[in-house]
C-alpha cells in the first residue's frame, strides 16, 4: 500500500502545499477545520464561471442547459458516492451546519413535542448540539446527551438506556472533530431502529477519511460539508430517505420550490427542489463534485489505508514526546490527534507552531462539552488529510521541541 | 527564533510561571470577570479600593502565557496607583498593542509593561494581553456583566 501512494506526486495537485509561510515551507495540519484544494477543483471553478455559467432549471437557453446538466451532474455523482438510492434524496445545502438545521426546523419540528428526546452523544461538534437545544427549547422538549469514556469513546450501553418511549431522533457525529474517535454509527443506528426512531449522522469528520454507504448505514439523514472534503466552501450535502423527505415541510420559501404559486394557495416542488429555495450554489456543487471525483480517483480505501497509517505513525511519535498528552485514544480512529503539552497553553503552542510554518488549530475546536468532560480548557490539535507525509508529523514534533524550549 | 523571543520575553515567561498577586481577596470592594471566547481564557480580577487608590489587587483564572504574565504585571503595576491613573496607564497599554499611538513615549511610561510590545505583531494574541486589563476597566467602572474580547 505504503509503495503505491506516492505523496510526492499528490502535493503536486495541491497549489497552497507550495506556499510559504513566514518564510518557511507551509505544514498545513488544519485539515479538520477545513481542506486544501486540489487543481482540478479550482478549474472546475474556473471553467464552470468561463463556460457554463446560467441559472439553472429555468432557462430555455443553450447556457442554462449546460449549466443545470453540470448541477444535476453533481447530484448524480454525490449519489452514487454515497451510494443513495435516489438522486432526489441528495440536497443541496451551504454545509454540515445547515444540513442539520434543515433537519430540526422540518422533521424536528413537527417530529418533537412536549416532553419529547432527542438523543445525541457528549462528542458532538456545536453544530449537532445546538440546533437540537433551540428546537427542544421551543417544543419544551428534552436534549439527552451519551456519556463517553476517558478514551474517547461512547458509552454504547448508556446509548441504548437512553433510547426510549419519547425519544424522537437521535443525531450523532460519524467521526469527532475534537477527538477522532470514528463512532460505531451502524450498530447504533440499527439500536435506533429497533425503536423506530431516525438517526441523523454528521459526517462532516468521517467523508473526507471514509467510505461513506448510506444504504449499507441505513441512516435517515446524512450531512456533509463540501470544503472539509477538498471542495469549496459555502456548498455540502444532506441525504434524506425519500420518505422522510416527502413528509417534510419545506425548509426555505422561494423559487424553485415551487410549482405554483397564487396568493390563496403555493404547491410545493418535487424532491429534491423543495428543499433547494432560490439560486443554489451551482459552481460550489459543481465543484464538490469534482471533488468526489477527485477523491474517487485516487480510490477511497487508499486514502483510508495511507491516511491510517499516517496516523498510527503521528500517535506513536507524539506520543513519545515528554509533556506531551494525547486527548482521545479511542481504538478506532481517523486523521485526528489531539493533544495537551504539560504546563503550556494550547494558544502558545499554536504560536509557536505556526512561526515553524506549522498550521494547527488551537481552542476547544467547537466542542467545549468535549473540553469539559477532560477537565482542559483547550487542546492543540493536529488533522491530516490525503497529502500530508511522515516529514510533516517530524516538522511537527520539532516544533513541540521548540515549544518546550521557550517554556522549560 | 527571533520573532518567538519578541513575543515570549523571559520576563513574560517568568510572570506565566510564577503569577503575582494570584490569589482572592478577603474584602475586594470591586470585582469583575473577564472571557474570551475564542480560547476559553477566563480571568477574575479583584480591586480593594481605598479612596480611589488601588490598596490590594489580586486575579484568578486560566489561560495562555500572554493573558497570564499580562494578567500578573498589571496587578504589580497598578497597586498603589489611583482609579484616574490606572484607567491612564490601560489607555496606554492598550495604544501600544492596538497601534493607535504613533509610538515611543506611551510605551517609555509603561515602564515593565512595555515587555508586551511584541505581541502587536501577533494580531490573533493581542486579546490575550488587553482580556485582564478590559477587565479590570469593568472592575473599576463597577461594571458586573462579565467583560468578553467579542
Known amino acids: ?30 485539515n479538520a477545520a477545513t481542506s486544501q484544494k486540489p487543481h482540478v477543483v479550482i478549474e472546475t471553478l474556473v471553467d464552470y464561471y468561463s463556460k457554463q455559467n446560467s441559472n439553472v432549471h429555468r432557462g430555455l437557453h443553450q447556457l442554462s442547459e449546460r449549466a443545470t446538466e453540470a448541477y444535476e451532474g453533481a447530484r448524480t455523482r454525490i449519489q452514487r458516492f454515497l451510494n443513495a438510492a435516489h438522486s432526489r434524496e441528495i440536497l443541496f445545502v451551504r454545509g454540515t451546519t445547515e444540513g442539520i438545521n434543515l433537519v430540526a426546523q422540518t422533521y424536528g419540528r413537527r417530529a418533537v413535542g412536549a416532553r419529547d428526546e432527542v438523543v445525541i452523544t457528549a462528542l458532538e461538534h456545536h453544530s449537532n448540539i445546538v440546533p437540537w437545544q433551540m428546537l427542544c427549547e421551543e417544543k419544551q422538549g428534552r ?6 469514556n476517558d478514551a474517547g469513546e461512547v458509552d454504547l450501553e448508556a446509548y441504548e438506556a437512553l433510547l ?9 457525529a460519524h467521526v469527532s472533530n475534537a477527538l477522532g474517535t470514528i463512532l460505531p454509527v451502524q450498530r447504533m443506528i440499527e439500536a435506533a431502529h429497533r425503536r423506530d426512531i431516525p438517526v441523523l449522522v454528521d459526517g462532516a469528520q468521517a467523508v473526507p477519511h471514509l467510505r461513506v454507504d448510506v444504504q449499507a448505514l441505513d441512516c435517515d439523514f446524512y450531512t456533509f460539508s463540501g470544503h472539509k472534503t477538498y471542495g469549496p466552501t459555502g456548498i455540502g450535502v444532506l ?55 477527485y477523491m474517487e480517483e485516487l480510490g477511497l480505501e487508499r486514502i483510508a489505508a495511507y491516511e491510517h497509517e499516517l496516523l498510527a505513525y503521528a500517535t506513536a511519535r507524539l506520543s513519545s514526546l515528554p509533556g506531551v498528552r494525547l486527548i482521545g485514544t479511542a481504538r478506532e480512529k481517523a486523521a485526528v490527534l489531539s493533544f495537551v503539552v504539560e504546563g503550556v497553553h494550547a494558544h502558545d503552542v499554536g504560536t509557536i507552531l505556526d512561526l515553524e510554518g506549522i498550521a494547527v488549530r488551537a481552542g476547544h475546536h467547537c466542542a467545549m462539552p468535549v473540553m469539559t468532560r477532560f477537565d482542559i480548557a483547550a487542546t492543540t490539535r493536529a488533522s491530516l488529510a490525503l497529502y500530508n507525509t511522515r516529514e510533516e508529523i517530524d516538522l511537527l514534533a520539532r516544533g513541540l521541541g521548540k515549544v518546550r524550549e521557550v517554556f522549560h | 527564533m527571533s520573532d518567538l523571543r519578541e513575543l515570549y520575553q523571559q520576563v513574560i515567561l517568568d510572570h506565566n510561571w510564577k503569577p503575582r498577586n494570584f490569589r482572592k481577596l478577603t474584602s475586594p470592594t470591586q470585582r469583575a470577570e473577564g472571557y474570551n471566547p475564542l480560547c476559553g481564557d477566563r480571568v477574575t480580577v479583584e480591586v480593594a479600593l481605598e479612596d480611589e487608590v488601588i490598596r490590594d489587587i489580586g486575579f484568578q483564572g486560566s489561560g ?12 504589580a503595576a497598578l497597586k498603589g496607583q489611583t482609579v484616574s491613573e490606572a484607567e491612564k496607564t490601560f489607555e496606554r497599554f492598550r495604544a501600544m498593542l492596538t497601534g493607535s499611538e504613533s509610538n515611543g513615549e506611551g510605551a517609555a511610561r509603561l515602564d515593565k509593561l512595555a515587555v508586551f510590545a511584541g505581541v502587536r505583531e501577533f494580531p490573533s494574541r493581542i486579546k490575550c494581553a488587553t482580556l485582564p486589563w478590559h477587565t479590570i476597566h469593568a472592575a473599576l467602572a463597577g461594571k458586573t456583566e462579565p467583560v468578553t474580547t467579542e
Open chain 1, 239 to 293: 441525504y434524506g430517505k425519500t420518505a422522510l423527505l416527502e413528509q417534510m415541510p419545506p425548509f426555505h420559501g422561494g423559487g424553485d420550490m415551487i410549482k405554483s404559486v397564487s396568493f390563496e394557495k403555493t404547491v410545493y416542488n418535487d424532491l429534491p427542489y423543495k428543499f433547494e429555495a432560490g439560486t443554489p450554489h451551482v459552481a460550489g456543487a459543481v465543484g464538490l463534485g469534482a471533488a468526489l471525483g
Open chain 1, 164 to 172: 426510549g418511549e419519547r425519544t424522537r431522533l437521535v443525531a450523532i
Open chain 2, 64 to 75: 495562555c502565557a500572554i493573558s497570564k504574565a499580562s494578567a500578573s504585571m498589571m496587578t
Open chain 1, 143 to 148: 436534549l439527552r446527551v451519551v456519556p463517553i
Open chain 1, 1 to 30: 500500500m505504503k509503495m503505491s501512494w506516492d505523496v510526492e506526486r499528490i502535493r503536486k495537485d495541491f497549489p497552497i502545499l507550495h506556499e510559504e509561510v513566514h518564510g518557511k515551507p507551509l505544514v498545513y495540519l488544519d
